[in-house]
């Protein structure tokens, strides 16, 4: 029998005013196997741990129970108390006496009583706990940053500044994101490609930063600090190492094409860079309005190029890395005009959305930074502006807070009306949500300054009469149906995650929300890592966000792959799957099974008697497991067992349990 | 017409003759008149004592693991071969095995029989009164001879519990058809039993399984002829952790029948050998087919006695509807 130690945390008044401690620890001296009982006010105060680190020295404990808070909290600072004393750490559980006992009843006789049960049943897992060792794991440094807008920059850059290679993937052929197509930002009114472009300038010329646009992540495999990823880099027919950049081609092409750059606003060439300060500055042929390609002929950019770097032959490439951590920066797209039929489905040219309205007021958009509108090149005189289209809105599957678009809207009304002086800038809204440094004074500024209207209420209905667009509406707060006759109206749709983030999530093994969004490991103490070790997220890929919040969550991710990289290997949890080879039967029924691909065949061969046996058994690799259990319980004759959670351990609790 | 018996023979004699085959599975007159139990033969003499009729006979899939697990293992020549008799609910006991890795499709060889049910003269014996003496079987009617009257039974009064529940009646794929597809009528899927049990209070469902769980002698004999549970070590024979009491305890015989009836789920193949081979008549059917039930209206699989490479219980996949 082993010599086990239980420690009573009061946690103050959290735990002992609903749980009866002192009668606890009294109880569990007389239990079989338990050495040492004691209850203590704050066992995770430093006192506290050293109270625990005596006991098991003077005691010779060979296990302890620590009976307090969830093993979230403090885990971790017991079993490395443990191990100070020269306890395995691996021979100390928690028994969750406080978010599972004390805070969720009331009687405190019957707390008292499921809190001794439970205590029970840990020293009887604690019985059967072994010594556990962590193992080293080699460690690639080198990361993968997906995504080439502001989050993938600023982790790219931060990375690259500790001194580690990135490689930075971007499936647009230039590198900038949605932040190149803002005209100016809230709430200083500066230009976006002003703060932007220093950036992106720095990218591109830092010796750390392998910059892959116009590519895409197609496979991952491997684990923690050894992934292999294989990108697929897109055919630009130009030979960019060639290219000078001269863009002779992109003003002799002769077929003009609608640019996805300028969200419709504004057409581009058939060759061409997106917008003059792109980086790379190469340009890229769209394949599929390109004369040659559709007809055979024309060839004008390759008559016209000074360095003959045209290439119609190009094909795409599989190239492939290996890395040691991933930084998802995948960021957002807006919900479809289409989606929302009260707003006219897209049917009106003019309703635009929000990124819309950035290109024709950004200085280097279609319009050169003056606000027109779309269907005929006129001025507004008059603009509605919708918050919330799609977003909080549950019938549009959209119920959250798309959290940019209050500011964004503001800013809007604000860049109209220093341009119209004259005009009328409305703006329908549900709350304004304007949290955040010189926020409300910016939403404050565009009411009482620059005059704009803002009508409490909702949009019922956009359509278009003796062809003039028409915005029914009501005003909640003087209960007043409302008519506006709106030269243009900007609907602030609701951010959506990419159109790709859920395959790419599938490819990375990250798990998405229902709306597409990455989850975090935990909403608050752990905001930039996935569930998936090594995979970290930034910027709107995770939920939607403003720019400099955006902009310290990628520099929070850096930090973690910073951290991650100043070691020289890594340490794995030992408490992970393992396999009684014994027991095996081979079905692999466990390799299916597995979220995290650790599961393999492999051919051992036995003794068993007077032969030597072949057979196949299940291997786990301790690098990709996460110690989730799935294939512990799909095993059936449990030759399956998760270190630290045994099925020995847990059927010992079980058994006290349910005396 | 050749019968089906003169058809084996012919066959067996050829993959011995060709060294085709090390062993040949199949059955042979049991120390009753009626009963068939299995038999084995390394060569075409200790072939000819087999039988092939419509008598209730054991389910055969299992042997192979005996017979064929060391050439999966490699520890014998890989070429080695096993012919068995296969019908269709064998044949989905063999496709089991060979889904869970435990025995090689290459290395058996498929002697297939077209089925429409086989006879339990448990039953005839009932409805004639008394033990028969003789039965006879022709297309559509068991005759049962007793002492001094005969009885004609419609073939579909006297057929096997099990068979009621058929999903396949002959092999899907074989290597030997033993004869022509019969005339089978395709069984409907009858889980009126189990919606009837579904219907119980909590109470009367727990006193009715009391009531059968009770008989449980814990002899293993329907995890011992069941193909599902293939492993290697059972987890009820494994001492340590002890998943069992070893006493015989009601409580004990409702874990260990609810634990195997999750082993098979999903992997079950709705053979009913469990049932059958129950020395106390527990109705083992009930409980699996609860199961298959459930994985088809959940899953949305057709059958669930199929077994398939990837198990509807035993995959992973990132937009599974249930979060977790």
Known sequence: MKKIGVFVCWCGLNISSTVDVGKASEELKNYPGVFYADDYKYLCSDPGQELIKKTIIDNKLEGIVVAACSPNMHESTFRAAAEAAGLNP???????????????????????????????????????????????IPLTKKVLVIGGGISGMTVALEVAEAGYPVILVEKEPQIGGNMAKLSETFPTLDCASCILTPKTAEVGRHSNITLMTNSEVVESSGYFGNFTVKIKRKPTFVDWEKCIGCMLCQEKCPKKTNSDFEHGMGKRKAISVAFPQAIPYRPIINEKECIYFKTGKCKMCVKVCPVDCIEFEQLENIVEENIGAIVVASGYELLPKEKLS???????????????????ASASGPTEGV???????????????????????NQKDRPYCSK??????????????????????????????????????????????????????RVARVYEEDGKLVVLGVDTLSSEQV???????????????????????????????????????????????????????????????????????????????????SKNHLVSDPQVAKVNEKICVGCLQCEPICPYKA?????????????????????????????????????????????????????????ALCL | MMTMTEKMREQVKELFVNNEIKLFIGFEKGFTKFSRIPAFAENYDEAKKMIIDEFETPFLAKYLIRELEEVAAGIVEKSERVAILTRGCDYLGIRRLIVDNIILRENIVIVGIPCDG???????????????????????NVIAKGKTENKIISKAEVVLDRCRQCIMCEPKESDIMLAEKTANVKKNKDYSKIEEIEKMSAKERYEFWSRQFERCIRCFACRDACTACNCRKC??????????????????????????????????????????????????????????????????????????????????????????
């Open chain 1, 90 to 136: 691996y021979r100390v559980e928690i028994t969750n006496i406080r978010e599972q006992t004390s805070w969720v009843h009331s009687n405190k006789e019957d707390a008292t009583i499921k809190a001794i049960q439970l205590i029970k049943a840990t020293v009887e897992k604690v019985k059967k706990s072994e010594d556990l060792f962590p193992q080293q």
């Open chain 1, 371 to 393: 606000i027109r509108r779309p269907s005929d090149g006129k001025i507004p005189q008059s603009i509605v502006f919708i918050q919330c289209a799609g977003s909080r809105d």
């Open chain 1, 342 to 360: 009260e707003y006219g489905q897209g049917k009106y040219a003019d309703v635009i959305d929000g990124m819309q309205f950035e290109r024709i």
């Open chain 2, 235 to 324: 987890i009820f024979d494994i001492t340590e952790p002890e998943m069992l009491e070893k006493t015989v305890a009601t409580s004990e015989q409702f874990m260990f029948h609810f634990i195997r009836a999750f082993h098979v789920a999903g992997r079950c193949s709705a053979c009913g050998e469990c049932e059958r081979v129950c020395p106390v008549d527990i109705p083992l059917g009930l409980l699996n087919g609860k199961l298959r039930k459930d994985i088809e209206f959940l899953f949305n699989v057709e059958e669930a006695g199929i077994p398939s490479e990837i198990e509807p219980l035993g995959e992973f996949k990132l937009d599974d509807p249930d979060e977790w």
């Open chain 2, 118 to 140: 086989l006879i339990d003269v448990k039953k005839a014996n009932k409805l004639l009164g008394e033990e028969a003496r003789e039965i006879t079987i022709d297309e559509e």
């Open chain 1, 404 to 457: 940019i678009c209050c500011m964004y809207t503001a800013k809007h009304a604000m860049l109209y009306k220093h341009q119209v002086h004259d005009g009328t800038a409305t703006v329908f809204y549900m709350d304004i949500r304007a949290g955040g440094k010189g926020y409300e004074e910016f939403v404050q500024r565009a009411i009482e300054d620059d005059h704009v209207l803002y009508l409490r209420g």
């Open chain 1, 483 to 565: 008519r506006i006759e709106a030269d243009l109206v900007v609907l602030a749709t609701a951010v959506i995650p990419s159109e790709k983030a859920k395959v790419l999530g599938q490819t990375l093994k990250v798990g998405t929300d229902a709306y597409g969004f990455f989850n975090e490991a935990h909403p608050k103490l752990r905001p930039v890592e996935s569930m998936t070790k090594g995979v970290f997220l930034a910027g709107c890929a995770q939920a939607p966000r403003d720019i400099p919040e955006t902009v310290s969550q990628a520099t929070g991710a850096a930090a973690k792959v910073i951290t991650m990289f």
């Open chain 1, 599 to 655: 599961i393999e065949p492999e051919t051992i061969e036995v003794r068993i008697g007077h032969t030597v046996e072949k057979r196949q058994v299940a291997t786990i690799n301790k690098g990709l497991c996460q110690g989730c259990g799935a294939c512990s319980v799909a095993c059936r004759s449990g030759a399956m067992n998760l270190s630290g959670f045994s099925n020995e351990q847990i059927l010992e609790e079980l058994k």
